[in-house]
T-cell receptor, first 108, second 115 residues
Framework: AQRVTQPEKLLSVFKGAPVELKCNYSYSGSPELFWYVQYSRQRLQLLLRHISRESIKGFTADLNKGETSFHLKKPFAQEEDSAMYYCALRGGGFKTIFGAGTRLFVKA | GAGVSQSPRYKVAKRGQDVALRCDPISGHVSLFWYQQALGQGPEFLTYFQNEAQLDKSGLPSDRFFAERPEGSVSTLKIQRTQQEDSAVYLC?????????????FGQGTRLTVV
């Protein structure tokens, strides 16, 4: 079965501190993995995808197939990073499976 | 339009009432998805359209849920005889095509409250 687990509902860090949002997945094949972000009163939007191996707004995420993880990292958190973050997986079909989300709160 | 548009933004329905939720995808987008997001949860897949064809409806929770996209653009999600457990935010997303890693753009959602 396809499943995405985000173990932390809430993560609170100070501005300038490193941040890591955890994501583990369950899928037997080669998944597509994504991070989506939802800022306050805005719509859900794509942050980054594993295939692009890109850094967006200072965030990176590396797919670790051995640990079935796709953690989101940023070395220095900013207040504007405060938002809801969702890890998502797409297997061979059309549906995308989302985790329950982690709320990141960056304190001044 | 500037993005995916959903209407209404908020809907309050009495239990047993039928509701219809509308999604206007980005013009030219082939793929259209509906998701249900309960409070405190991530979005859960309901159904997928490629143009007017409904290729996957495995996520629809019961036969009270029905979705259509008759002309391959606007889509409507209909819920018959609403129940309290149907209360959620219903999200629509569209993408230009259905290829690996094609970005899906989400609407603002319709918040349905069944009382």
């Amino acid at each position: 079965a396809q499943r995405v687990t985000q173990p932390e509902k809430l993560l609170s860090v100070f501005k300038g501190a490193p941040v890591e949002l955890k994501c583990n997945y369950s899928y037997s094949g080669s998944p597509e993995l994504f991070w989506y972000v939802q800022y306050s009163r805005q719509r859900l939007q794509l942050l980054l995808r594993h295939i692009s191996r890109e850094s967006i707004k200072g965030f990176t995420a590396d797919l670790n197939k051995g640990e079935t993880s796709f953690h989101l990292k940023k070395p220095f958190a900013q207040e504007e990073d405060s938002a809801m973050y969702y890890c998502a997986l797409r297997g061979g079909g059309f549906k995308t499976i989302f985790g329950a989300g982690t709320r990141l709160f960056v304190k001044a | 339009g500037a993005g995916v548009s959903q209407s209404p933004r908020y809907k309050v329905a009495k239990r047993g009432q039928d509701v219809a939720l509308r999604c206007d995808p980005i013009s030219g987008h082939v793929s259209l998805f509906w998701y249900q997001q309960a409070l405190g949860q991530g979005p859960e897949f309901l159904t997928y359209f490629q143009n007017e064809a409904q290729l996957d409806k495995s996520g629809l929770p019961s036969d009270r849920f029905f979705a259509e996209r008759p002309e391959g653009s606007v889509s409507t999600l209909k819920i018959q005889r609403t129940q309290q457990e149907d209360s959620a935010v219903y999200l629509c997303a569209s993408s230009f095509r259905d290829r690996r890693n094609t970005e899906a753009f989400f609407g603002q959602g319709t918040r349905l409250t069944v009382v």
